[in-house]
Nanobody, 116 residues
Framework: QVHLVESGGGLVQPGGSLRLSCVASENIFNFYSLGWYRQAPGKQRELVAHIINGGNTNYGDSVKGRFTLSTDSAKNTVYLQMNSLKPENTAVYYC??????????WGQGIQVTVSS
């Protein structure tokens, strides 16, 4: 089972930016799906962004144009750059990676709070 560790969360004012990082314990080329999800209090976990088989990146409708997913295979890391943050972006953000043999793995989650 891959071990995923997220970092970079915290408190930011509306309109600010944060960059989340997710470091995997093995080569991210092992995974066909790399992405980020989030869960706000009282809501279901939802897709923020993911990339499948190194192809196009898919974004949730509410973050398109503001959030960017990127990868650094040399560091086994997936990033989520979040710009123009809004209070409704407050949630616990989870890194997720899937491979065909082991299924999906989740990070422990990291809190992002957007508030003045």
């Amino acid at each position: 089972q891959v071990h995923l560790v997220e970092s970079g969360g915290g408190l930011v004012q509306p309109g600010g930016s944060l960059r989340l990082s997710c470091v995997a314990s093995e080569n991210i080329f092992n995974f066909y799906s790399l992405g980020w999800y989030r869960q706000a209090p009282g809501k279901q976990r939802e897709l923020v962004a993911h990339i499948i088989n190194g192809g196009n990146t898919n974004y949730g409708d509410s973050v398109k144009g503001r959030f960017t997913l990127s990868t650094d295979s040399a560091k086994n890391t997936v990033y989520l750059q979040m710009n123009s943050l809004k209070p409704e972006n407050t949630a616990v953000y989870y890194c997720h990676m899937s491979d065909s043999s082991r299924g999906g793995s989740w990070g422990q989650g990291i809190q992002v709070t957007v508030s003045s």
